[in-house]
């Protein structure tokens, strides 16, 4: 394929143009495709899937205890519901999730001070999905537990900082429209607001701002390849322009992999407390648990900063959509609403008034809610009950592994494959104990300087579109990875999800890249004889 060709296809999304490299790889049938392009894990979380099913084969035996007419189930009745559940589980002990749950139930009721009828009520009723979430914000024993994960897992296990409101959602790119709406509605972003954008980024985060439902001049807060993908003091300095109304970050870093360091952490924090305290922070925290002693912007800014985080990377639930917003209950959000002028008030006065008798007060959170049901339909609102019960039995899975024996063995697994990339290619690979290792970033040019030569780098460069190494990887070598440089990345670097391939794939992709690298050296030289 010719550059014109090449030039057209690089105005797609990456995550758009992967689709077209994943045709070109299928189409070399002598070759098993390879496709490191999406961060879809190709593991899950066996146990609290385990406690999901047998929970719910125990909601269906309940629930005929209150309805007399074959193949019919009623609702549960919560009276003696935790003792009805103990027996259950004793009688089905060794059965897989059983001891998950035993042990799920005892953490409840006497770390949680939860009592054990309620909380097996509401699970048993969301699990068998016969009710409307209520609250349509999220369940309420069910946002207790989900917060006390947030608080161990993004905030270190800090009491203050961990005094949050969540709201569950249909995965994390449902919170992130939902939020950006409600923002806009509720005017504590306009169009044509100038926002930082913490890049190299997840490309849809680099698109959003630019449609015309928002219209945001986007300016870039770049973390620095040779550091690591660390955020230098310089690049967050440009955050204390009190004209930058929001600064918005995937932490760990996508496609850098890397988190925030703590002194970048605490340099957003003492802008926002002293030169720029009006600026919204949102972070989407999704790869935190990827690494140990994570602390997220939540932990430090509390009163500026919106939290996304989903489940679906570290339990290998892409599938379920499960995310939560999560926003300090002492904040700025409702402190501007508060301070609108009164033709935006009684404006959002009308737009909330058939929700709450006082819409005055009704938190963002709250309309977050509603927006997201187009407000007429709040009473509808809330992500599914069977949805929420997962993110419960994720939560407590994680709560009750005191020795945090998941945690290092999910970071073992992209940990191993980060390493065997590397050797494959033949270079040291990067070391930081910031990094969540879920993806990587190489930089070909980088790359081709360090192995051959300065004058062979920018000749890649000068002489081929930046996708082109991308697409031969596919076309020849049935290798689909993402361009880097649609996530705001270095030209012609790729980026590698170590989540969703076998371990020994990324030896044969790291051989790959670098057999690749070598034939366009080969085509070099003799461009010279």
Same mark, same amino acid.
């Given at each position: 394929?010719?550059?014109?060709?090449?030039?057209?296809?690089?105005?797609?999304?990456?995550?758009?143009?992967?689709?077209?490299?994943?045709?070109?790889?299928?189409?070399?049938?002598?070759?098993?495709?390879?496709?490191?392009?999406?961060?879809?894990?190709?593991?899950?979380?066996?146990?609290?899937?385990?406690?999901?099913?047998?929970?719910?084969?125990?909601?269906?035996?309940?629930?005929?205890?209150?309805?007399?007419?074959?193949?019919?189930?009623? @609702?549960?009745?919560?009276?003696?519901?935790?003792?009805?559940?103990?027996?259950?589980?004793?009688?089905?002990?060794?059965?897989?999730?059983?001891?998950?749950?035993?042990?799920?139930?005892?953490?409840?009721?006497?770390?949680?001070?939860?009592?054990?009828?309620?909380?097996?009520?509401?699970?048993?009723?969301?699990?068998?999905?016969?009710?409307?979430?209520?609250?349509?914000?999220?369940?309420?024993?069910?946002?207790?537990?989900?917060?006390?994960?947030?608080?161990?897992?993004?905030?270190?296990?800090?009491?203050?900082?961990?005094?949050?409101?969540?709201?569950?959602?249909?995965?994390?790119?449902?919170?992130?429209?939902?939020?950006?709406?409600?923002?806009?509605?509720?005017?504590?972003?306009?169009?044509?607001?100038?926002?930082?954008?913490?890049?190299? *980024?997840?490309?849809?985060?680099?698109?959003?701002?630019?449609?015309?439902?928002?219209?945001?001049?986007?300016?870039?807060?770049?973390?620095?390849?040779?550091?690591?993908?660390?955020?230098?003091?310089?690049?967050?300095?440009?955050?204390?322009?009190?004209?930058?109304?929001?600064?918005?970050?995937?932490?760990?870093?996508?496609?850098?992999?890397?988190?925030?360091?703590?002194?970048?952490?605490?340099?957003?924090?003492?802008?926002?407390?002293?030169?720029?305290?009006?600026?919204?922070?949102?972070?989407?925290?999704?790869?935190?648990?990827?690494?140990?002693?994570?602390?997220?912007?939540?932990?430090?800014?509390?009163?500026?900063?919106?939290?996304?985080?989903?489940?679906?990377?570290?339990?290998?639930?892409?599938?379920?959509?499960?995310?939560?917003?999560?926003?300090?209950?002492?904040?700025?959000?409702?402190?501007?609403?508060?301070?609108?002028?009164?033709?935006?008030?009684?404006?959002?006065?009308?737009?909330?008034?058939?929700? @709450?008798?006082?819409?005055?007060?009704?938190?963002?959170?709250?309309?977050?809610?509603?927006?997201?049901?187009?407000?007429?339909?709040?009473?509808?609102?809330?992500?599914?009950?069977?949805?929420? @019960?997962?993110? @419960?039995?994720?939560?407590?899975?994680?709560?009750?592994?005191?020795?945090?024996?998941?945690?290092?063995?999910?970071?073992? *697994?992209?940990?191993?494959?980060?390493?065997?990339?590397?050797?494959?290619?033949?270079?040291?690979?990067?070391?930081?104990?910031?990094?969540?290792?879920?993806?990587?970033?190489?930089?070909?040019?980088?790359?081709?300087?360090?192995?051959?030569?300065?004058?062979?780098?920018?000749?890649?460069?000068?002489?081929?579109?930046?996708?082109?190494?991308?697409?031969?990887?596919?076309?020849?070598?049935?290798?689909?990875?993402?361009?880097?440089?649609?996530?705001?990345?270095?030209?012609?670097?790729?980026?590698?999800?170590?989540?969703?391939?076998?371990?020994?794939?990324?030896?044969?992709?790291?051989?790959?890249?670098?057999?690749?690298?070598?034939?366009?050296?080969?085509?070099?030289?003799?461009?010279?004889?």
């Amino acid at each position: 394929m010719g550059r014109a060709e090449e030039k057209a296809y690089e105005r797609l999304s990456p995550f758009e143009l992967k689709n077209k490299l994943i045709d070109m790889a299928q189409s070399n049938h002598e070759k098993l495709m390879l496709n490191a392009g999406r961060g879809n894990p190709n593991w899950i979380a066996i146990e609290p899937r385990h406690g999901f099913f047998q929970l719910g084969l125990f909601a269906l035996e309940d629930s005929k205890k209150n309805f007399n007419r074959p193949e019919f189930g009623g @609702v549960p009745i919560q009276k003696d519901i935790a003792k009805r559940f103990e027996e259950f589980l004793g009688k089905n002990s060794g059965t897989p999730g059983i001891a998950f749950l035993t042990k799920a139930l005892a953490h409840v009721k006497n770390e949680l001070k939860i009592d054990a009828d309620a909380f097996v009520f509401e699970m048993v009723d969301a699990i068998l999905g016969d009710h409307y979430p209520t609250p349509p914000r999220m369940l309420t024993l069910s946002e207790k537990i989900v917060h006390e994960y947030l608080k161990i897992e993004m905030c270190g296990g800090d009491e203050k900082s961990a005094n949050l409101d969540l709201f569950a959602t249909e995965g994390g790119t449902a919170a992130i429209q939902y939020l950006f709406n409600s923002l806009m509605e509720n005017h504590l972003l306009h169009k044509g607001d100038k926002i930082a954008i913490g890049t190299p *980024i997840f490309t849809p985060y680099i698109e959003i701002p630019e449609l015309n439902d928002y219209e945001f001049v986007e300016m870039d807060c770049m973390q620095d390849e040779n550091k690591d993908w660390v955020y230098t003091k310089e690049s967050l300095e440009k955050l204390a322009d009190p004209s930058i109304k929001a600064f918005f970050l995937v932490n760990p870093s996508n496609p850098g992999s890397v988190s925030m360091h703590p002194d970048s952490r605490a340099e957003v924090a003492k802008i926002v407390k002293s030169r720029n305290k009006e600026m919204i922070i949102i972070t989407d925290d999704v790869y935190g648990t990827f690494v140990n002693d994570y602390r997220s912007l939540i932990a430090v800014a509390p009163y500026n900063t919106i939290l996304v985080y989903s489940f679906s990377k570290y339990f290998g639930a892409t599938g379920w959509r499960l995310g939560v917003i999560a926003i300090h209950q002492d904040n700025i959000f409702d402190k501007k609403i508060a301070a609108l002028p009164e033709k935006m008030k009684k404006e959002l006065y009308k737009r909330y008034q058939t929700v @709450v008798l006082d819409p005055n007060k009704l938190k963002l959170i709250d309309r977050m809610v509603a927006d997201s049901r187009a407000v007429a339909l709040n009473h509808t609102a809330g992500a599914s009950t069977p949805q929420q @019960v997962q993110m @419960v039995l994720n939560s407590l899975f994680c709560l009750i592994d005191k020795k945090g024996e998941y945690k290092k063995a999910a970071q073992s *697994i992209v940990a191993k494959r980060f390493e065997t990339l590397y050797k494959a290619v033949g270079i040291k690979h990067p070391q930081s104990k910031y990094d969540a290792h879920y993806y990587t970033i190489i930089d070909i040019p980088i790359l081709a300087a360090t192995r051959y030569s300065k004058d062979f780098s920018d000749w890649l460069l000068k002489n081929h579109e930046p996708i082109d190494f991308v697409w031969r990887l596919a076309s020849e070598k049935s290798i689909v990875l993402m361009d880097g440089g649609g996530f705001d990345a270095p030209k012609m670097s790729v980026r590698v999800s170590l989540a969703n391939l076998p371990d020994d794939a990324y030896a044969k992709i790291g051989k790959g890249i670098s057999d690749l690298l070598e034939e366009y050296h080969e085509t070099w030289q003799a461009s010279k004889k």
